[in-house]
């Protein structure tokens, strides 16, 4: 029997010797049903505060929070999570796996058109799926999608997808980006500027995108998901500074606010005027310590940071409380995984002894995004670091330029969050493979290789038992403790502070908002 207790478990799949069945039609009518206690209604534009603005919405390009979210407007994925973490229906309705785990078959919903009239149809599942898994394209998903070896369309409404090996974790890549179906049509019509010009299936049709100001959306009347959207407009606001950010919420220029700082999201939970929603997340924030860096690519370094952190402290006094200490790549949003009880505590003086032992100084740069809380917890970490003998230099800049850095390994250390996936290889495969280490690109941004760590990444892709399979993500946690790639600070939440108007925002563990399912009174 093959029932998945996680946050991946798809519907009810079966397992033995003939087919894997995951009947998603029958919950077609419940598809990400927003439970409403009152009827929707309909009208009006919907505000939405974000931190940044990003550079492009090719899901080529889409990797981030903010990214993510402006996406969510535009486009649809194949399958999609619920509040609960699992994975249910959206583009495709159901899905079957083969009895020798390597071929998805998906069954697609009819009826579905992008925003300039074309068919969603299973050549445009193949262009998309064929498009990002093409190694020339570059996309910041390719070390996941390189597991497919051919997509086919059986029918118009049939795609089989092949894998190059058994992955259990294939579904929830569905629910990601790289399954972002975009319009074969615009995306021919002009591949480089698409990113700009979006166009999917999605509740939104983009009509103004005025860089570092809004993006405007339109709402669009043949959406496929009954009754949606209810907002006739959508307008997001890319505000890096959170004061400005809170200031113009706080106005009632914006209806909702994401990424919001802990201070003000313990302020807005004493106001009546705001509410505050704390999904669980699947990821986490953490120190990425780059192991080609020469003093960095010795352990003993690396462990005297672990030491020389004070976890607890930066969890307390900088993030005010709102998150907890973590230990693992894995949020509290994919249960069933166990926290590393041994992780390095802080103690200063073995911090010390192990940088004397190296024998040489240690002089790092850290970088962050220039946001104040990423900045504040910056400078904590340098008076930290400092006392052991670590000089630090910090370096802030624009969150664009910090996700660049990261991908092409330009940088020491770095201080990131990571909002995660609903499984979790996608938490872990692309960061700590070996096979990422070395390419120019590539979300292994601490060049990071262990023999160990590919055994059980490979394990854990193609594990079906879900107790087994925990027990090898358990391991990899483990494993990152002792060889200390990353130092885990917080286990990431991802508040949503709305206005007492707002209805139809769901508690979904990525923290993402369904635009489509929301509404005002």
Known sequence: MFDLQSPIRCWSLTLRGA???????????????????ETPKRGGTLNIGVEADPASLDPLRLGSYVERQYAMAVFDTLLDIDASGKLVPSLATAYEISPDGRAYTLKLR????????????????????????????????????????????????????????????????????????????????????????????????????????????????NYWRQGQPYADRLIYRGLQSNETRESTFQSGALDILTQASPKFVAAAKKDRRFKVLEPDGF?????????????????????????????????????????????????????????????????????????????????????????????????????????????????????????????????????????GRPDPDLNAYTFFHSSNAEKKISSNYIQYANPEMDRLLDAGRMEMDPSKRNQIYNQISQLLAKDLPYVFLAYITAPIVTTQAVRGVELVPDSLIRVGAVWKE
């Open 19 to 37: 087919v894997a069945t995951a009947v998603l039609a029958g919950l077609a009518a419940t598809t990400l049903a927003r439970a409403q206690t």
């Open 110 to 221: 009819q009826g579905v058109t992008f925003h300039d009239g074309t068919p969603f149809d299973a050549d445009a599942v193949v262009y998309n799926l064929d498009r990002v898994r093409d190694p020339v394209n570059n996309c910041r998903c390719l070390a996941n999608i390189s597991s497919v070896e051919s997509v086919k369309a059986v029918d118009t409404h049939t795609v089989v997808v092949r894998l190059q090996a058994p992955s259990v974790a294939f579904a929830a890549l569905l629910a990601d980006t790289a399954a972002m179906m975009a319009s074969p049509k615009a995306l021919k019509a002009d591949p480089v500027g698409f990113g700009n010009v979006p166009v999917g299936t999605g509740a939104f049709k983009l009509v103004e995108w005025v860089k570092g100001s809004r993006f405007v959306g339109e709402r669009n009347p």
């Open 283 to 419: 990821g986490s924030i953490f120190i990425a310590l780059r192991t080609k860096h020469p003093a960095l690519a010795d352990m003993r370094v690396r462990k005297a940071i672990a030491h020389a952190t004070q976890r607890e402290l930066l969890v307390k006094a900088v993030y005010q409380g709102m998150y907890k200490v973590a230990t693992t790549p894995f949020g509290e949003g994919l249960p069933g995984l166990s926290p590393v009880t041994d992780y390095p505590a802080y103690d200063l003086d073995k911090a010390k002894a192990l940088l004397a032992e190296y024998g040489q100084a240690v002089e790092l740069r850290l970088m962050m995004d220039n946001t104040p809380i990423a900045l504040q917890a910056a400078q904590a970490l340098q008076q930290m670091w400092q006392r052991a003998g670590i000089k630090v230099t910090l370096t802030p800049v624009d969150q664009a330029r910090l996700v660049q850095n990261m991908l092409t390994h330009e940088f020491d250390t770095t201080l990131f969050r990571w909002s």
